[in-house]
């Protein structure tokens, strides 16, 4: 799947599914600075979802609980625009805890503090564009 619009927040969801524990990995590519391309889980709507983002900042990880925005960056320093890389996360409902792994490397655990822990699953791309294959989805 491309996605070149140069639009901030598309979103590619699962329609009609709702998941809570999974685990998520698909290929990714971003284009350019401005952009990031990752993951988006548990959504309910446009202000209650997770999302795992890879860009030039490294690999985001943020939350969107009733509006209110948390954000945890996590460094990645051999990034480059236009390559591709394999991004998984596994997603436990119970805990809360996302474990994030970028070309085969674990890199960090979040724990998100939402309390809607499930929705809909997706990739999310944002600003620059980019493209995504391989994408699989399991229920856990």
Do not use: C
Request: no cysteine.
């Amino acid at each position: 799947m491309v996605q070149d619009t140069g639009d901030d927040g598309v979103l590619a969801l699962i329609e009609n599914h709702q998941f809570s524990s999974q685990t998520i990995e698909t290929r990714l590519k971003v284009n350019g600075p401005s952009g990031g391309n990752g993951v988006i889980l548990w959504y309910q709507n446009d202000n209650n979802f997770v999302y795992v983002v890879v860009s030039g900042n490294g690999v985001e990880i943020s939350e969107n609980n009733n509006g209110t925005w948390s954000v945890y960056s996590h460094p990645y320093p051999s990034f480059a625009f236009g390559t591709w890389y394999d991004l998984k996360v596994f997603a436990d409902s119970i805990s809360g805890n996302l474990d994030v792994y970028l070309d085969g490397n674990y890199l960090v655990t979040r724990t998100m503090n939402t309390p809607i822990r499930i929705g809909q699953t997706g990739v999310v791309n944002g600003n620059a564009g980019g493209a995504f294959d391989d994408f699989k989805l399991t229920s856990n």
